[in-house]
């Protein structure tokens, strides 16, 4: 099975709508997908829990499919996003310093695109 890892590190919402589209294009085609929150996305997790948001319903797919691997611990507290995060039940990442790690996803044999 062909694996994907979606670091996604831009807060930019039109940016972030190709981490959701590709995230369910790549499953819909078999691929094992896990989008990571890293850096400035995390800002974007208590905006894309919103009912109103234009991206709500993508994010709620993909969290429904469990495409969501988590979010960075250290980034997330850095940017005050850790209550959101927690209320939106997702996990937290920190395998290297409190963020998560491009080599642990490459050891377990997924591609590295990043956002």
């Known amino acids: 099975m062909k694996k994907i890892a979606l ?10 709508i190709h981490v959701l589209l590709n995230a ?3 499953s819909g085609k078999g691929y094992d997908v896990k989008i990571i929150f890293e ?3 995390c ?3 208590e905006s ?3 009912k109103g948001n234009p ?8 969290k ?10 250290a980034c997330a507290a850095k940017l005050g996003t850790t209550a959101a995060a ?10 290297i310093r409190g963020h998560p790690s491009m080599a642990h996803y490459e050891n377990e044999g997924y591609r590295i695109i990043t956002f």
């Open 7 to 16: 670091f996604a590190f831009n807060e930019d919402p039109m940016c972030f």
């Open 39 to 41: 850096g400035g996305s």
């Open 55 to 62: 991206l709500n319903q993508l994010y709620t797919e993909v």
């Open 24 to 26: 369910l294009d790549y």
């Open 64 to 73: 429904e499919k469990g495409l969501i691997e988590g979010v960075c611990r």
């Open 86 to 95: 927690e209320k939106e039940g997702l996990p937290f990442l920190d395998h």
């Open 48 to 50: 894309l829990a919103e």
């Open 43 to 45: 800002r974007l997790i």
